[in-house]
């Protein structure tokens, strides 16, 4: 295939990025909270009693690690897709000479390039103001499962986008991301009630394999939990795409 067959989606995922880099009502909070949160956790409320206890340290970084990917791929798919939608950007886009997928594969990348600059701060956060002790292999492959766990997310937002409006799109998106930071055992240790229903959520298997990057005990094997994200992101986005061949 001939170079200039991908110079279309370069172009189009450089500009959806730049265009969410300079909104600062999308970039700042998804760019900056993650590792706000992980400084005040990680380093200013907990720090004495984590640098005595290395395991909780570790399932606290991955655990806001993975919070921080879930933002960029739900909201700027779920709420952006919504709107544009609902403006007639899609229909629009059918008549003009750009390829069909490329207005996927630029929101994709926009949001695997924002889950990049996140776990750069994460990890920089945890050298350095943490004190992790984090050698360099762990490093590579916690931020490959990051930058790559964009994935789901975008498939959950789109579908989400395909089916509600751009004015109650924030509201569904919220009423998906909220539980799942909660309910995957994300940010606290979930009681044995709940334990059995945070495999349901995406969210829980990106930790259990940021959990094995960073050489932690995890639940699972790791081919389990990369199969149910790449099954996820699949199916969502086929239904998410035959709806929008449908109704637009």
């Not at 920089?124 to 931020?143: E, G, K, R, T």
């Not at 994300?186 to 050489?215: D, R």
């Not at 790449?230 to 986005?237: C, E, K, S």
Request: hydrophobic share 60%; charged share 10%; net charge positive.
């Amino acid at each position: 295939m001939k170079p200039r067959t991908f110079y279309p989606y370069l172009i189009e995922a450089k500009y959806e990025s730049l265009r969410m880099l300079r909104s600062p009502s999308f970039a700042v909070p998804f760019l900056l909270i993650p590792v706000m949160v992980y400084l005040l956790m990680g380093v200013v409320f907990f720090g004495p009693a984590l640098r005595h206890d290395p395991k909780a340290a570790m399932n606290v970084f991955a655990g806001l690690t993975v919070f921080g990917m879930m933002g960029p791929g739900m909201f700027g798919f779920g709420v952006a897709v919504a709107i544009e939608r609902e403006q007639g950007f899609l229909k629009l886009r059918r008549a003009l000479p750009a390829p069909r997928a490329g207005y996927f594969v630029a929101k994709m990348c926009m949001a695997m390039l924002f889950n990049a600059i996140i776990i750069v701060t994460m990890i920089a956060a945890a050298l350095w103001a943490a004190h992790l002790s984090l050698s360099f292999i762990p490093i590579v492959s916690l931020a490959a499962i990051s930058i790559s766990g964009a994935l789901p997310f975008c498939a959950m937002g789109l579908f989400i986008g395909v089916l509600v409006t751009g004015s109650a799109a924030p509201g569904f998106v919220n009423l998906v991301y909220l539980p799942m930071m909660w309910l995957s055992g994300l940010v606290i240790p979930l009681p044995k009630s709940l334990q059995a229903a945070a495999p349901v959520w995406p969210a829980y298997h990106l930790l259990q394999l940021s959990l094995g990057a960073l050489g932690q005990p995890a639940a699972g094997a790791a081919w389990m939990h990369a199969a149910v994200l790449a099954g996820l992101t699949l199916v969502l986005t086929a239904v998410a795409v035959r709806r929008l061949a449908q109704v637009g």
